[in-house]
Structure formats: structure tokens, C-alpha cells
């Protein structure tokens, strides 16, 4: 059997299981349909934004900002 890696959301660690379309993938890098609905409804004013700004950067933005 083949070595297959089930994605795992960058931002809340949730490795999922089901059908791909559900959630986003960017730049390689999985996010779960759970944490794109926060990403969507949060403001600056939410903790949970902070989360995801360092987030991005840690991963998504090392490769793109130098």
C-alpha cells in the first residue's frame, strides 16, 4: 500500500479526511472548511485574527516575502 498523507490544516492542526473540495488549499498549504468560516467572518478586533496573521507568516509568507 501506498505511503499517502492525509492533509492537515496549517492553522488549527485538524488532519481531515474527507472530500477535498471542503476547505481551501494555498500555496500547498491546507486550511479546513472550519477555519476558512472564521477566516471569513473575523475582524481585527478578534484575537483569533492574530492567530491567523502569524500564522501566514510563519508558513504561507516565509517563501513569498524575503
Given amino acids: ?10 492553522l488549527c492542526g485538524k488532519i ?5 473540495e471542503e476547505g481551501i488549499i494555498i ?6 472548511e ?3 468560516e ?3 467572518k473575523i475582524t481585527v478586533n478578534d484575537s483569533y485574527y492574530y492567530k ?7 508558513t504561507i509568507w516565509k517563501d513569498i516575502v524575503v
Fill in 27 to 32: 500555496r500547498g498549504y491546507y486550511i479546513c
Fill in 52 to 58: 491567523v496573521v502569524d500564522r501566514f507568516k510563519e
Fill in 16 to 20: 481531515y479526511r474527507g472530500n477535498l
Fill in 1 to 10: 500500500m501506498p505511503n499517502c498523507k492525509l492533509p492537515q490544516c496549517f
Fill in 34 to 36: 472550519s477555519c476558512e
Fill in 38 to 40: 472564521k477566516i471569513m
